[in-house]
Structures are given as structure tokens and as C-alpha cells.
């Protein structure tokens, strides 16, 4: 093998064998952080779009909530993760004034018309470009808040592309008063996934 094959080949182990692990809270502050690349937020108009990718491995520490995962608990829950790829979507008004359910609507019917399009229809109006796969929503759950905060949320879920390739979400937001928005998550960041610690490893 070449000397620069064998360069390579070593890094790439060396590197993998220098694994990050973080613990479950850790991770979370980990994925949360825009600069990590799991996470890319955008203004398009008045409006601020907030895509994060919910890796397994995030799931599992947001749902419970604890460092000490035993490993049986986090492996039998993964693997009932791993058909689909995961999104949280937030979409707030940039200044705060008010939310989407009222941003641009003028009446009480209007506004029961924004919501009924957020919670029925919204779906509809994504797809997930992944190298030449475009994929339709899965399941797309509207998190009614009540406007206890400013921004509303949407749990998102896609089927697996076939290629290991930066992702694409966009989003026809015109009945947002807003134009097509395109939000990006590399693979490069998913590749970078630090490990998780867990209990008794």
C-alpha cells in the first residue's frame, strides 16, 4: 500500500478511536449548538426558521432525562429508532411580537384557518431533498402550546435515504407569508455525532 494510503488509512483509525463521548445532558448541549452543525437556524422575511436533527442518541437523552442510562435500556430503544431519521422544526416570528398562528391573519376565522393548516396540511408542504432521494413527511406532529411560548413546534419524521448525503428540508412557506425556505444538515455534522456515556460501560 502506498505511504499515503497508509497516512490515511491511520488517521481515519486514530481518529475513530478518539471518539468524543459526552453524557446524556452534555449531548443535548452538544446538538443544541448551532456551531456543531446538527442544528441551522434562518430568517426568511419576518419569520425565523429553527431545524434541528434528533439523532437516536438525542431522543433517547431528551426523553429520559438522566445520566444513568444502563446500556440495555439505550440499545433496545435505539434500535426501535433507527427506521426513520428525526427532525425538530421551530418557526417563530424573528421579533417576538406575536406567533405563527396569528402572524399576518387579520380575524378570528383567519387564525382558525392558520391553525387548522398547521395541524392538518403543514405536512404536505415539506420534503426532504437526501442526494437524489426527495422524501415526504412520514408523520408531522403540531405541538399546540397554547402560546405559552413565541415560537411553534413541529416533530418531524422522514424515511431513510439511500445515501449517505447532506440533507435538504424545504419548506413551501407561502401560506406563512413567506417564500420557499431551504434548511441544511450536513453529513459531515451527523458523521461527527460524539458518542454517548453510559451507565456502567
Known sequence: ??????YWVLLLCSLLACRSEYLPSDFLSYANDPTNGLRTVKRVGGLEFDLLYQAPAYIIANE???NAIA????????EAL???????LKIGVADGSENITTYGVTDVGGQQDRLYYLSYHFQDDL?????RDTLRASFCHFERNYDIAPHRTFMLAFPRG????DRQLLLDATELGAGPVKLKITQ?????????????Q
Open 82 to 88: 433507527t427506521e426513520l431519521q428525526y427532525y425538530r
Open 1 to 6: 500500500m502506498p505511504k499515503q494510503q497508509v
Open 127 to 131: 420534503r426532504l431533498i437526501q442526494g
Open 162 to 165: 439511500q445515501e449517505p448525503v
Open 64 to 66: 429520559l432525562r438522566t
Open 188 to 200: 459531515k455534522a451527523i458523521d461527527g455525532i460524539p458518542d454517548i456515556k453510559l451507565q456502567h
Open 71 to 78: 446500556p440495555e435500556v439505550f440499545k433496545s430503544r435505539r
